[in-house]
């Protein structure tokens, strides 16, 4: 079994920053991409940013310049830090990441149970 684990949402000012943290434990054989999605009440969930086992990375149009998306290999961690937050920015965030539990496995799709991002005007 995999499990992945989110913290750092909140609640913050516009302008503000906050560091969102998603830590994968259980089964793991290797971690290909990981990234993180955003969703609102009545809407799709959409790609915020996403970075390959490499450290290529992606980003949505919307967060360019403001959000780093980041991985720490050794932990099965991937973070995002959100600078220069905005009321839109609000959502909740989910992490999630593409595991190959076993040598010879498939590659499965794992997602964070999401975290509460709230950025006041």
């Known amino acids: 079994q995999v499990q992945l684990v989110e913290s750092g949402g909140g609640l913050v000012q516009a302008g503000g920053s906050l560091r969102l943290a998603c830590a994968a434990s259980?089964?793991?054989?290797?971690?290909?991409?990981m990234g993180w999605y955003r969703q609102t009440p009545g809407k799709q969930r959409e790609l915020v940013a996403a970075?390959?086992?490499?450290?290529?990375?992606n980003y949505a149009d919307s967060v360019k310049g403001r959000f780093t998306i980041s991985r720490d290999n050794a932990k099965n961690t991937v973070y995002l830090q959100m600078n220069s937050l905005k009321p839109e920015d609000t959502a909740v965030y989910y992490c999630?990441?593409?595991?190959?539990?076993?040598?010879?496995?498939?590659?499965?799709?794992?997602w964070g149970q999401g975290t509460q991002v709230t950025v006041s005007s």
């Open positions: 999630n990441t593409v595991i190959r539990p076993r040598p010879g496995d498939l590659p499965y799709n794992y």
């Open positions: 970075i390959t086992s490499s450290g290529s990375t």
């Open positions: 259980g089964r793991i054989f290797s971690i290909n991409t």
